[in-house]
């Protein structure tokens, strides 16, 4: 069964910095690797997912993956106060996704 | 924006009292999924649907909870008999299909069993 440690548990940047959360995976068998982000009073909502060795970019956000190593990460380059909210990393097996515990982003104005 | 519609919102229940919770996916979206999310953790995976048929689920809903999907519009979580250990907030998400697609989440319903 798929296992997913995300890192860190919460995390605190000012307006304007940059935020790295990061992922490893213990089943080989996730083809898509997902993240989300809810904001309070919500569901989650996709940001982007990775699928291919290498970084992804989207606009601020940038994913990374290494599936040798089963390490996901992301990267949020000028973070900006609406960027609070709870992040999770999740990977698919067939359809289910698997989550991480999630990373609590606090950005200080 | 994908709109997921989940209702009710809050909902608060005895302890061994039945709960009812529903979903209607995004228009046109095949794959349903049901989470439960407690004190904003991680999204622990409960059921699947396809085309209106369950794929997959966790054996706690097999042992306690009852989910439907009567049309490709609705579908339903049942609790049949609630235990504080449940209260959670159950989240519904859609997707055009299955594996790789990206799941669309509604707002959740917050279940609190006193």
């Known amino acids: 069964q798929q296992k997913v440690q995300q890192s860190p548990e919460s995390l605190i940047v000012p307006e304007g910095g940059m935020a790295s959360l990061n992922c490893t995976f213990s089943d080989r068998n996730s083809q898509y690797f997902w993240w989300y982000r809810q904001h309070s009073g919500e569901g989650p909502k996709a940001l982007m997912s990775i699928f291919s060795n290498g970084d992804k970019k989207e606009g601020r956000f940038t994913a990374h993956l290494n599936k040798a190593s089963l390490y996901v990460s992301l990267h949020i380059k000028d973070s900006q106060p609406s960027d609070s909210a709870l992040y999770f990393c999740a990977g698919d097996a067939g359809a289910k996704l698997t989550f991480g515990g999630g990373t609590r982003l606090t950005v200080r104005p | 924006d994908a709109a997921v519609t989940q209702k009710p919102r809050y909902l608060i229940k005895m302890k061994g009292q039945e709960a009812e919770m529903k979903c209607i996916p995004e228009?046109?979206?095949?794959?349903v999924f049901w989470y439960q999310q407690k004190q904003s953790k991680e999204l622990k995976f409960l059921i699947y649907f396809q085309n209106q048929q369950p794929l997959d689920q966790i054996d706690m809903v097999k042992e306690r909870f009852s989910a439907v999907c009567p049309s490709s519009s609705l579908c339903s979580l049942g609790i049949r008999t609630c235990e504080a250990e449940d209260s959670a907030l159950y989240l519904c998400s859609s997707s055009q299909s299955g594996g790789g697609a990206e799941q669309f989440f509604g707002p959740g319903t917050r279940l609190t069993v006193l």
């Open positions: 228009k046109g979206h095949t794959a």
